[in-house]
């Protein structure tokens, strides 16, 4: 079984001293981040960045250093089961506007709290859990 390694954004905002995180509605009905798998010889940072580009229009964002959470799962496609690794990292924008890709059917910002509600998975939630810690607000 072949191993797929995937890079994803766990991606913020500021506004009012608030913290408010993107969440992207799947096609398959889920919420999670930003993610996609690495191209070439991409590092997790510009697979990171582009597929934010990407999915949702965002031009800029900053990556924080020393974050970096990984998850895996096994899917199955074509028939076949796959293994997966995402390693996701944390990133800070400015920007607000969101246009989707078409691997998306809608998109939030919302308050770590409700985030953390909103996120389908658990393995997603643990990812938002340790970006809080790491930013001090959880």
């Known amino acids: 079984m072949k191993k ?8 913020f905002r500021k506004e009012g001293g608030e913290f408010y995180f993107l969440l ?7 919420w999670d981040f930003v993610k996609g798998h690495v191209e070439g010889e991409e ?3 510009q697979t990171a960045l582009r597929e934010l580009t990407e999915e949702t229009g965002i031009q800029h ?5 020393n974050f970096e959470e990984k998850i895996n ?7 076949q089961k796959q293994d997966k690794d995402v390693l ?21 910002w919302l308050p770590y709290g409700q985030a953390l509600k909103h996120l389908t998975f658990e393995n997603a939630q ?4 340790a970006a809080g810690r790491y930013l001090g607000i959880s």
């Open 4 to 11: 797929h390694v995937s890079a994803g954004l766990v991606l």
């Open 24 to 30: 992207l509605h799947y096609l398959g009905g889920h």
């Open 43 to 45: 590092t997790l940072e």
């Open 61 to 65: 964002a900053m990556i924080y250093p």
């Open 73 to 79: 799962y096994n899917y199955y496609h074509e028939g």
């Open 88 to 108: 996701f990292l944390l990133g800070e924008t400015s920007e607000r506007n969101v246009v989707l890709s078409h691997e998306h059917q809608g998109y939030v």
């Open 126 to 129: 643990n990812v938002l859990l």
